[in-house]
């Protein structure tokens, strides 16, 4: 059993990745677990709020239909709390990147090491790179994100003009 998870009085394996858990009421988009150890590469999605957050979950579930040893974890950071969580975050070593929200898109470019110059255009980033020396690049893809989705759904923007509203995030 792949979830390692025992009911004391039986010490039978609990899954909610069958068919059989579903019927009892499992839920239908439950993950398997994964095997998190020594290896495992770390990606994390730093803001706050992050209640309505869906990159960990999409990004896991990416990870184990890949077969990549890789688990993003949510690390809810107020303001006033992200030097000190840069500080922790860049003594990990296994910290692959770090996806950034609101309220950090402007704050996180002082603790990166590089910009990419998109970043550097716009005035924030979305996205770290940390590379296994420590060296930490930031650029964004909102804009990118916003562009590949519109196309998704047949609306092809270029030499059109868009009108974009939102408060970041």
Not at 117 to 141: K, M, S, Y
Request: include cysteine; charge should be positive.
């Amino acid at each position: 059993c792949s979830a390692r998870l025992t009911r004391p009085s039986s010490h039978r394996c609990i899954s909610w990745n069958s068919r059989a858990a579903r019927r009892r009421g499992a839920p239908a988009d439950a993950h398997p677990v994964v095997d998190i150890k020594g290896t495992t590469l770390l990606y994390g999605l730093v803001g706050d709020p992050l209640t309505t957050a869906k990159s960990p979950e999409l990004l896991n579930r990416l990870f184990v239909e890949q077969r990549t040893d890789a688990v993003c974890i949510p690390f809810q950071v107020e303001a006033d709390d992200l030097s000190a969580f840069v500080t922790g975050a860049r003594a990990m070593k296994n910290l692959s990147g770090v996806l950034v929200t609101m309220p950090h898109k402007q704050r996180m470019m002082a603790f990166v090491d590089d910009l990419h110059p998109t970043a550097r255009q716009v005035g924030a980033l979305n996205v770290i790179r940390c590379d296994e020396n420590g060296h930490w690049v930031g650029a964004i893809f909102d804009g990118l994100g916003c562009v590949l989705g519109m196309q998704w759904e047949g609306n092809h923007p270029a030499n059109k003009s868009v009108l974009l509203i939102g408060a970041g995030g």
